[in-house]
């Protein structure tokens, strides 16, 4: 008898509830709970949804500030900064170099190669080369960041020249940048050495309260044509018992740089890599030679 009056008590609310939908106004689009007759899911037309082909700049994988901490050998951690006594966050990005010493049948390994990852084996969205005058080659693999298109990896290579002829070095580029008219102008951006307020501010900002920072002077990314400061680079000590974390360098993108685009921003990571490695292995080659010389103090 219980049972008999449960099932009859279950149907009555069924009906109750289809009842409910059909009668309510503001449900009356929703078929009712055994109503077998709404169209199927691929026969409703739906708009189109297109994609966005310029994300916000507050979804880019590459945070404002950018930490370069030394792992093991001469690699690099890549990511954003951490306290002190805190936990590291997993690096963003794997800068890994290459040393080869062989004077013949040398690798064709570049020097340097970034990685979307926290180690060697993720992919390679760019990599450095060297050349034997002060220039070096910069190419980059935009496929690599996630890009779900099953064609061929497209290269764009950029040339990192460093003009030698000025007091200090200057490190110059050009890139192809699209303007808001949607027209594509050929830019040119350089790296300068800076004791500048975008400088000095990185310098002194801190993580935890503790200076890692060399030197209260670094370099500045500026575009020529504007004279805007993109980007600014300090050094980290080379003292390891002042410097713990072994904090290679720092690097900020400025707000005048967020409509450039991630592809942008990756051409000046891989550009401070390029500048920054150089200098080391031209500075361990004075440490080595009989005369010695002055330690880098961007790297």
Known sequence: MAE??????????????????????????????EDFSSPAYDAVERPEVQPELNPPSEYSIFPRDIFFYHTEYISLAIGPPYEANKPQPPPIFHASIHMDKRLSNKSEIPPVRLHYGPDDTYPVIGDVRFRTSPSSDITLYPCALGSSSSASITETHIELLNNTAMIADVHFFYQNITNS?????????????SGGPEAKALATDNVGGEDYSQVKTGLKLMDVATGEVLAVYCGGRHNRNLNPKRLGGKLRFLASEEKRGEGFRLVVVLSILCIVERRRRQAALRTASAGGGPPCIIC
Not at 6 to 25: D, V
Not at 182 to 187: A, E, L
Request: proline fraction near 2%.
């Open 181 to 193: 008219s949607g027209s594509i102008i050929r830019k040119n951006f350089e790296w300068r050495h």
């Open 4 to 33: 008999t009056l449960k099932h009859e008590g279950l149907s009555k609310t069924r009906e109750m509830e289809n009842n409910t939908f059909a009668n309510n106004g503001e449900s009356s689009g929703l078929p009712a709970y």
